[in-house]
């Protein structure tokens, strides 16, 4: 039974792989690949998530750190014109380090105050960030230039789409590690048993640290892409709301799979309301609805659901 399952989950991380890889050849619309690339840029914040869910810290300012991110490799890129290839690690060390001084102060709190506390943390960002004029203000930052090799340009979508699956590659390999040494092997006893973890001499607030200040690098890897995509950063992208709905990408992948649940949560979040044509409107309502199916029918995600299915076959 544990073959199986180990193969299972190799195959689908296989398929997901090669279809990421051969999407831009069955998708011409440049539209639907702007779409895919906010998506996976949105699923290396999720893979976070999920780190700082499997030590038991529930958050809501998962957006907040993909910002900071962002705000940095802005910043850099147009104030003081440095290059993306190194705004893109300062981002992400700059973004830690803010996670690493945050962290000593909300991980000491229990659960519930954690909560709380990524809840003003993510209200003061934004406000913050929108009352600063030398950040942009609410106006946001503008001219954020792109990527570039030389003489050549990440212009078109498809380059673009690529440049995000290397980033994300990058990520994935970063918590690979993480989940294969001492340090995942914690964080899945803290996961199971946070007293009994403690009994045994883990430490609950080091490894939780570990966890919340890697959620921050890569965040800040992903928002400095997000940036120099972009090209314009305003306060409100970062907002709570958007917290909410990357968390609910991890619901609705499977917060048991840390690479390709938040891969098709991020699709699904960000692809179901452009099929079906919502609005920003109506996007809160669509959002309420995904929560409810995913309570009643999908509470180990769609790709736990699949899992499940997979194994009665192989059974």
Same mark, same amino acid.
């Given at each position: 039974?544990?073959?199986?399952?180990?193969?299972?989950?190799?195959?689908?991380?296989?398929?997901?792989?090669?279809?990421?890889?051969?999407?831009?050849?069955?998708?011409?619309?440049?539209?639907?690949?702007?779409?895919?690339?906010?998506?996976?840029?949105?699923?290396?914040?999720?893979?976070?998530?999920?780190?700082?869910?499997?030590?038991? +810290?529930?958050?809501?300012? #998962? @957006?907040?750190?993909?910002?900071?991110? %962002?705000? *940095?490799? $802005? !910043?850099?890129?147009? /104030?003081?014109?440095?290059?993306?290839? +190194?705004?893109?690690?300062? #981002? @992400?060390?700059?973004?830690?380090?803010? %996670?690493? *001084?945050? $962290? !000593?102060?909300?991980? /000491?709190?229990?659960?519930?105050?954690? +909560?709380?506390?990524?809840?003003?943390?993510?209200?003061?960002?934004?406000? %913050?960030?929108?009352?600063?004029?030398?950040?942009?203000?609410?106006?946001?930052?503008?001219?954020?230039?792109?990527?570039?090799?030389?003489?050549?340009?990440?212009?078109?979508?498809?380059?673009?789409?690529?440049?995000?699956?290397?980033?994300?590659?990058?990520?994935?390999?970063?918590?690979?590690?993480?989940?294969?040494?001492?340090?995942?092997?914690?964080?899945?006893?803290?996961?199971?048993?946070?007293?009994?973890?403690?009994?045994?001499?883990?430490?609950?607030?080091?490894?939780?640290?570990?966890?919340?200040?890697?959620?921050?690098?890569?965040?800040?890897?992903?928002?400095?892409?997000?940036?120099?995509?972009?090209?314009?950063?305003?306060?409100?992208?970062?907002?709570?709301?958007?917290?909410?709905?990357?968390?609910?990408?991890?619901?609705?992948?499977?917060?048991?799979?840390?690479?390709?649940?938040?891969?098709?949560?991020?699709?699904?979040?960000?692809?179901?309301?452009?099929?079906?044509?919502?609005?920003?409107?109506?996007?809160?309502?669509?959002?309420?609805?995904?929560?409810?199916?995913?309570?009643?029918?999908?509470?180990?995600?769609?790709?736990?659901?699949?899992?499940?299915?997979?194994?009665?076959?192989?059974?």
């Amino acid at each position: 039974m544990g073959l199986s399952k180990n193969y299972q989950k190799r195959l689908i991380l296989v398929v997901v792989s090669i279809t990421l890889l051969l999407l831009p050849c069955f998708i011409r619309s440049q539209h639907w690949l702007h779409v895919l690339i906010l998506a996976v840029l949105e699923s290396i914040v999720v893979m976070g998530l999920i780190a700082q869910y499997k030590v038991k +810290l529930v958050t809501f300012c #998962s @957006a907040t750190f993909w910002g900071i991110g %962002a705000y *940095i490799s $802005g !910043l850099l890129s147009t /104030r003081c014109h440095f290059d993306f290839w +190194l705004c893109l690690p300062l #981002s @992400a060390i700059g973004t830690a380090v803010i %996670a690493l *001084i945050l $962290g !000593l102060v909300v991980l /000491r709190a229990g659960w519930v105050t954690f +909560l709380m506390l990524s809840i003003v943390i993510a209200e003061v960002f934004v406000e %913050a960030i929108g009352h600063l004029p030398p950040l942009g203000g609410w106006d946001g930052i503008t001219g954020v230039p792109y990527p570039a090799i030389g003489s050549f340009v990440f212009l078109s979508k498809t380059s673009y789409y690529y440049l995000t699956i290397g980033l994300f590659a990058v990520c994935v390999l970063i918590f690979y590690a993480f989940y294969r040494s001492p340090i995942g092997t914690a964080w899945l006893a803290i996961g199971q048993s946070s007293d009994l973890a403690a009994s045994i001499g883990v430490n609950l607030f080091r490894y939780r640290m570990a966890a919340y200040v890697a959620a921050g690098f890569t965040s800040g890897l992903s928002g400095s892409l997000y940036a120099h995509y972009s090209s314009y950063l305003v306060p409100n992208t970062f907002d709570i709301l958007r917290s909410l709905y990357m968390s609910i990408s991890g619901v609705i992948g499977g917060m048991n799979f840390v690479v390709v649940g938040p891969v098709v949560g991020s699709f699904v979040m960000k692809g179901l309301p452009e099929l079906l044509r919502i609005t920003d409107k109506y996007e809160p309502i669509f959002v309420g609805v995904m929560i409810i199916l995913c309570a009643l029918f999908f509470r180990k995600g769609v790709v736990g659901m699949f899992s499940e299915r997979m194994m009665r076959a192989l059974r």
